[in-house]
């Protein structure tokens, strides 16, 4: 009854549309969820995601859950996520796209999956690490142990945006540290991330893991930009 009257005068609305939601319906409305896009990548292990690693840094499988469109509905996710502190967004991913690799045999012998780190100051900013949720979910799914204190991010850097790809790789690497290093020699890892666009910040977290003998990597995330 208690939960009935927040919800009465706090209704909970769509984080797209910003819709009230039925109460069968989670975050997203019925009509929003069904445009979401959908990649569907990890059917298809040479797709998109992968072709952006190729030739830079060696991948083993990779996929995105949605397609990234600016001023569409995976963009007001995102950003609900990282900026408003809903965190409840990468939960609700995370369950989404675990469930999905758990029911496909070439997923399920990942060991461990890594989040891409943030550097403490912005840690601090944010109060959470917006992959933190997404990664556990998924380690759940798939069996996989979720560690967040091998790859660490040990400085700052200013915006890469207006940098070249090989720049920006190479300032992004040197802002990465290799930490308990013995917790996954010889592991197949996978790094999970918010959004991939060029793969600078993943690929300089993926040569930074490949320091460790015997890493295998993949990579998944909640978006890539069209």
């Not at 569907?40 to 830079?56: A, C, I, Q, T």
Request: net charge neutral; aromatic share 6%.
């Amino acid at each position: 009854m208690f939960h009935d009257f927040v919800n009465l005068l706090y209704p909970a609305v769509c984080h797209i549309c910003e819709a009230e939601l039925l109460k069968n319906e989670h975050l997203i409305c019925t009509s929003c969820l069904h445009d979401l896009p959908v990649t569907s990548y990890h059917l298809d292990n040479e797709n998109p995601v992968k072709k952006v690693f190729y030739g830079r840094v060696k991948i083993r499988k990779a996929t995105a859950l949605l397609h990234f469109r600016k001023k569409a509905g995976v963009q007001h996710l995102i950003h609900d996520l990282k900026y408003r502190g809903h965190r409840e967004i990468g939960i609700y991913l995370g369950k989404w796209l675990g469930e999905e690799l758990s029911a496909i045999p070439e997923w399920q012998n990942i060991d461990v999956v890594i989040p891409v780190p943030l550097h403490k100051t912005k840690l601090k900013q944010r109060g959470f690490n917006q992959v933190e949720d997404f990664g556990k979910e998924i380690a759940k799914a798939i069996h996989a142990e979720y560690l967040d204190d091998i790859l660490l991010k040990v400085s700052s850097t200013q915006s890469q945006t207006l940098k070249g790809r090989l720049s920006r790789w190479g300032k992004l690497e040197e802002t990465l540290d290799i930490r308990n290093p013995e917790k996954v020699l010889n592991k197949h890892i996978l790094i999970v991330d918010d959004l991939v666009t060029t793969g600078a910040t993943l690929e300089a977290c993926a040569h930074k893991l490949l320091e460790i003998p015997g890493v295998e990597l993949s990579v998944a995330t909640m978006a890539i930009t069209d």
